[in-house]
Every structure is written in structure tokens, then in C-alpha cells.
């Protein structure tokens, strides 16, 4: 129970770590999260099955694909509609379902579309067998986490992004471009997303209505936690994620999806701008 | 019992200390500036007063009732009005209808004595305040307003809401000296109807002219509180101030 | 000094008169004046009820489909920019069948019942998130819809995956048509009345500055609930409607489409214009029926044309029109500098 607890937790922060990273720096909510994510996928499938690449290259060039997507979106389309807040969700979203329902279009659906994992087998853990893929996730979990704070605190890139967070227009007069800082985060966040599904799709079946899903609990986890926070991200998962493995083991199975909804609205009505946002208070600046 | 009094108010926003144990109290029918550098703290209090933040700890006493945390509406009806430092109408409206909007408010409806539609009434208080009826000013599209008009329009609606106490959040920031001469007037004549005033301010000289009594801020904290006068000699507040001539 | 040209717009005379007395001297004047606000109305009443059975079908979706762009578009002119317009009518949608097939109350019972208590679940559902702004606000009503699909889903409560079927129908094809036309005028009218109104204008604050409606007193928690309540009651509507026009409600009145409809048809015709909307969902509705059999791709249409439009034409159809309709427009030659007007 803790074991799976914990891997369920990380893979949520996984799918909701990209969404942040690029909410957090340029205030773009990428609405085509879960695109990105199915996108990643399927295109590892696609490498690996069709075109007959070694894993590891398919899956390099799947991430690199979505990262230039998240960046062509941000410098073709959400450049022009810059603080527009409304067109930009409207803009992500629809490109997202544009994805989505491309690839359903296309018969992206059933068994066959599945990528294998990395390397088969299971150890035990506290008496407990888990897949070698789950663990996995939690190391690049971790690894990610750490090069992310190494890199946002300690790289004069990351100070820039910092910067461009935390005041557009002083940035700018100090000589930083917020539209590559801004451009850059989206490709990061895509690539984080497009890393995401690599790593956990082949512990499932790579479907379209999964990527409404991702987009949900990346939202869900991103909420409760605070949309431009980190640390809430990871508390936030960490949270959801025992809850649901809790809900699903003394509950009922079926009850898990809608726990994320429940933690949400209880948060929200508690604390509106999430468990470390300050996204309300920031607002009141005058 | 004072008329508002304000008790160790204290606000941060996550390490920075925005208010750090403030008190002062205000009497009433006199108007009481806050003066202090920029980020010391100004606005937050002003905040914290309206109900636009709630405080970390402390008290503030309207009319001997504890008014900390409650929801801006609920302050603002009960009397309570403020203007904001950053003007912002409602664009999409015509100038006199920005006013509409205050004129439903419960506190409105309570205070009666209206008559006539909503409009006549709206159009009445801008004429007061500047805004030249017979013109097509009042008519126009808030967001095609010059910024003095806006400042003036900020104004109007606390007048709209006839509170009792008024707080003004840098009403002359962005003014001509001109605006500025016209306004002071209307002030002084709010303080003559009876209503007390806290003028949030970096244009000394008119705010001195007019003010009772100052509070001085200076990082969050309450450095000097005293008559215009005192508050000139105080070599603390020149020291906070440096640079700029009493 | 190059010297460079620039568009300049005059308004037509007719309307340069005064902004709302028209002094009328011609035919000329008054058709212009007139025909495009009679022309939609004589229009859509000839399309009702003179086209072929298969297309008055297509027609009536249209209507509804207005309804809900209606909806959306005022929730949008109050600052509430929902991503989720298909949670409202679900829940009217299951409300009006549960009121019909529970408690077999008749068609004109349920399909008001249903709008009333889909309408007074609704802003219950939605409250929690009322305290957001924004596209905090299009998140979580994002999320709220596809959360409670699964619900149904897996509790199995209301039919579950395969609805509630067997409903009520309607008593004929005309009447059907009558009330759906009658009910998009009567929202459209509606609507901008209220809009229009001294009491309307403090749902517009509400997006404009919603500091400052708070600051004259008026709590916007509530003024906010409201208007949740009045583009749910519309969209509960068109989900009662249509669970008795096809007699039977599913999993699929959760869809995307009909989330993603209303916002492509009022990005299409032009946000905040009511109009545009109308505008947008006729234009739209017949549009998607022909490409109905491209299956999902249809979707995929839908969402590319609202990226291309947001992008390239932000302020809409409607507006551009009415623009080209009420102004001229020449090239004038501008001294240099001035590029752009
Ligand atoms: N909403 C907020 N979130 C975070 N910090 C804030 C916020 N509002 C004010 N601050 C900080 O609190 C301090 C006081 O700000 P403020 O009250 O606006 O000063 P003043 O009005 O005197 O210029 C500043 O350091 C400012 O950066
Ligand atoms: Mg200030």
C-alpha cells in the first residue's frame, strides 16, 4: 500500500510537473497537456513498432517532436494573443483536442498501441512486488526534480525564468527576452510532458481519452496545490495519490477517479488559491 | 470610544512583512493622512482596512465593532468607502453608468432619500465632481477617459455610496496641479458634511494643507504619527523621505 | 519623407446623425436601418418550417446549439469563462429524463422542472469555484464536467454508462421547431435586455473590475451566482429539450463537443456581442451536420477553425461585418510615420 502509494504519487506528479513548469514562468495554461502527452506515445509507438528505431532513439525523438510543438505553438499562435488570457486557454485547448481527436480520427485505439516497458521484471519491496518500469519512474521522478531546482536556482537561465515569473516588464529592461524565456518554457514543459508518457504509458494502453484524462489530473494536482508552485505540485500528488490508493484498496475501486474532484472542491473552498499558491494574493498587488 | 482605531495590524505576504504591527486611530469628521516611501505598507493597510486582505493578527475597530476579516461588500455597506490606486472603471461602460453600479448597493437602498431613476442621480454627482453635464463627457465610454477624469470617477462613487468613512488610495498620483487644485476643495468640503478621511498621499505639500494628522510608514512599520507640523520637524521621517522636500 | 498611406473609417452618414435618434428621409434609409434586423427573424422563420424533414432535424440542433452559445457567451461577458458549457446541459439533460422517467411526470412538466432544478444543481456544482478568476475559473469547469461523467460512470447512479432511455417525445416535428425558435428568440431577446439593463451592467463590471464591485458594495459572490444561474437555466434548458427530442439521455450529453460548440460558435461570430454568437451557431450547426459523417475529424474541424479565428480574426464575424456594413472605408494618403490608424 505505502509502495504503491508512493509510485502512484510520483507518476502524478510527473504528468502535472509540466503543466506547472510552463504555468509557473509564462503564465500560459497549456491547455494541450494531455495532446502533448498522447502525442509523445504514440509517437514512441510509432518509431518503435513501425519504423523499427531502438527504443531509447524513438523515445529521444518523440520528447525533442513535442518540445519544437510546444515551442512553434507558443511562437506561431499564442504570440499573438500575449495577455489575452481567454484566447490563449481557447487557443491550447483547441490545439489540444485538434490532437486528440486527430489521432482518434486516425484509429488510435485497442490493444495494439501499447509500448513495451523498458525492462521487464519485478523486485520486492518491503514484501511487495513492483515492476521494475515503477521503479523506474520514481528514480527519473526524482532525478527530474533535482535537475529542475538545480536548474532554477542555480543556472543564470533559471534566474531569467525566475525573473520573467515574477515581472515581465522588468525583465525586459534588463535585457531578457520574455518571449524566448516564455517560448523555452513551453518547449520545456512539453518535453516534460512528452518524458512523462514515456515513462508511464507502457504501464498501461496508449488511448485518446487518456489524454483528457492526464489533462484533468495534471489540472486536479496543479489546483489543489497551487497553480505556480513546485513544492505544491509534489505535496499536492503526494496527497491525491495516497488518497486514491487508499479510496481503491477500503473503498471501492471505482471511486478513485472521482476523488481528485472531491480534493479539489474542498480546497478550493478552503483556500481558493491552493495549498502554496499565492497566485490570489499576488492579484491584490497594487 | 473612537471612531476607528486600529489595532497591531500586522500582514505578510510570504516572507516579506508588508505591515508589522501598526496602530493609530482615527476621531471623527477629521481627515488623517499616511504618508511613507514606495512598498512601505500604504496600500496593504488600506487593504486590510477595506477588507480587500484579511490580517495576519490584530484588530480594526469601526465604531467600536471588529470590522478585521470581513468581506469588502459587507465593510463597504458599512460605510466604509475606498478609492483605488490603480484606477480601473468598468469599460465597457459609459462613464455615468460606472455609477449605476454603487447605486445598488444595499447600503444605498437603506440610506434612502433618493428620488428619480438611477441615471439623473448618476449624472448629478459627476456634475459635482467636474464632469461638465451639458458636454458629451459623462457619456463616453470609460475606457476613452482621460486619467483625470477616472481619478475623479473613483471619486464619485464613494460619494454615490455616501460613506461616512472614505479612504483615498493616492487620489493625486498622475494628477496636473491643476486637477489637483480642484480636488482639494471637494475634500475639504466632505470633511465640512461630516465625513472622516484617510488620505493615502505622496503629493506632501497639498496633503499637509489639508490634513489633521499624519502617520508616517516606513517598511511596514509606524515610524512618526503626529499635526503636519511635528510630523515636518521629525528628522526620522526626513530621514525615510531623503530627497524629498518638506 | 516617404509618404505612406492608411485606411480610414467614416461612419455612414444615416447613423452619424445621433447615436440613437435616426432622422429617416428616405426608403433608402429606413430598408438600411431595418432589413438586417428583420432579415434573421424572417429568415430563420422561412428555414423552420419550409425545408425538407431531414434538414429542419439539422435546424432544430442549430437552435439549441444557438442557446448554448448564448449561454456561454453571456457567462463570458460576466468574467466566467467556462471550458465546460457541457456539464450544464448534462445536468438538465438528467435532470428533465430522471423527472420524466422516475416520476413520470409529462413532457411539459419535466423539461421546465428539469431547467429548474438542473439550473439550481448546477450553480451548486459550480459555487466552490466561484471564488476564482479567470482561467482559474475555465480550469476547474474544465474538470468539473468530465469528473462527474465518470461518477455516473462508475457509480452507475442515473442508468450509468448506458442513460436512461424511453422518454416522452414530442408531439410533432412543428411543434418541436416552434419551441426551440420561440425559445432561442426568447434567450437572445432576453439576454440582451438584461444586458442592456441598469441591472445588467453590474454582471459587465463584474468582468470589468470586479475589485471595484466589490468596492460599491455589492458582494460578487453572489451577483457571480446569478449569473450561473441564468446561462446554467439556458443551457438546462436545451439539455431538457434534447434528452425528449431523442428521447433518451447518455454518457454523451458530457461530451466535448457540445463544450467546445458554443465557444467555437462565439469566438466564430464574436464574443461579448450576443449577436455573434447567433451568428457563429448558425453558421456552424448546418456545418457540422455535413461533416457529420467524418466522425471525430468533425471535432477536429470545429477546433481548428477556432484556433484559426481567435488568431486571425479575434474580434469575429459579427463585428467585422457590422463594421463593413456601417462604415466606409477608403485609403487616404497619411504623412510619414504614420503607418497604421
Ligand atoms: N499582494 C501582494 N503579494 C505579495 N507582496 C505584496 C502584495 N502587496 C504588497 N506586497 C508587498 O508588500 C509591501 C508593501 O506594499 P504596498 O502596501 O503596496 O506599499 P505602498 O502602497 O506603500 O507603496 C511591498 O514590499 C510589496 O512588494
Ligand atoms: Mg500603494
Known sequence: ???????????LMMIALGFSITFGISRVANFSHGGFYILGGILTWYGLIKLGLPYFLSAGLSIIIVGIIGAVMYRVVLVRLRGLELSEVIATFSLGIVILELLRGLGVFGYEFRNPVFIDGSVEIFGVGVGIQRIIIVCAGAVLLLILHVFVHHTKMGLAFRGVAQQEHTALSVGINPDQVSMLSLAMGSIMCALAAVLILPLGVISVDEGYDILIKALAVCIIGGLESTLGVLVAAFIIGYIEVLTSMYISSSLTSVIPLACMLVILLIRPSGIFGKSKEIEERV | ME?????????????????????????????????????????????????????????????????????????????????????????????????????????????????????????????????????????????????????????????????????????????????????????????????????????????????????????????????PREIMKQPSVKKAYLGVEL | MSTERRRERIDRPIKAVTDDIFCLSSMREIAYLVIPRILPIVGLLLLGFLVPTYWRKVIVITFIMGMMALSWDFMASCGLTSLGQALFFAIGAYSSAAVNHYLGLPIYLSIPLGTLIGAIISTACIYPALGLRGIYFSMVTLIIPLMLMRVVETTGILGGTEGITGLTHFPGMFITTTISMAALWATFFGLRRLIDSDYGHIFVALKDNDRAVEASGLSIRWFKVQAIFIGSAICCFCGAFMTHYYMSVGMSAFAVDLSIFPIAASVVGGMGTLAGPLLGAIILGPLSEALRTFGSFRVVIYAALLGTFIVTLPEGLFPYLARKYQQIERWVEAPGGISED
Request: no cysteine; hydrophobic share 45%.
Open chain 2, 3 to 227: 471612531y476607528l482605531k486600529i489595532e497591531n495590524l500586522r500582514k505578510t505576504f510570504g516572507g516579506v512583512v508588508a505591515v508589522d504591527n501598526v496602530s493609530f486611530d482615527v476621531e471623527q469628521g477629521t481627515l488623517l493622512g499616511i504618508i511613507g516611501p514606495n512598498g512601505s505598507g500604504k496600500t496593504t493597510t488600506v487593504n486590510l482596512i477595506t477588507g480587500f486582505l484579511k490580517p495576519d493578527s490584530g484588530k480594526v475597530l469601526f465604531k467600536g465593532r471588529d470590522i478585521a476579516g470581513l468581506r469588502a461588500s459587507k465593510i463597504t455597506n458599512l460605510g466604509i468607502g475606498r478609492t483605488f490606486q490603480m484606477v480601473k472603471p468598468f469599460y465597457r461602460l459609459p462613464a455615468f453608468k460606472n455609477l449605476v453600479v454603487p447605486l445598488f448597493s444595499p447600503r444605498v437602498k437603506r440610506m434612502g432619500g433618493h428620488y428619480g431613476e438611477k441615471d439623473t442621480l448618476a449624472l448629478d454627482i459627476l456634475e459635482d465632481i467636474g464632469f461638465e453635464r451639458d458636454s458629451a463627457v459623462p457619456y463616453k465610454p470609460a475606457s476613452i477617459l482621460p486619467h483625470g477624469y477616472l481619478k475623479r470617477l473613483e471619486m464619485a462613487r464613494v460619494i454615490a455610496l455616501q460613506s461616512e468613512l472614505i479612504v483615498f488610495d493616492e487620489l493625486y498620483s498622475g494628477l496636473t496641479l491643476a486637477e489637483v487644485a480642484s480636488i482639494s476643495p471637494m475634500i475639504e468640503k466632505l470633511i465640512e458634511t461630516g465625513k472622516t478621511i484617510i488620505m493615502v498621499e505622496h503629493r506632501l505639500k497639498e496633503l499637509f494643507k489639508i490634513a489633521h494628522k499624519i502617520v508616517v510608514l516606513d517598511q511596514g512599520k509606524k515610524i512618526a504619527e503626529g499635526s
Open chain 1, 1 to 11: 500500500m505505502l509502495v504503491y502509494g508512493f509510485i502512484n504519487s510520483v507518476i
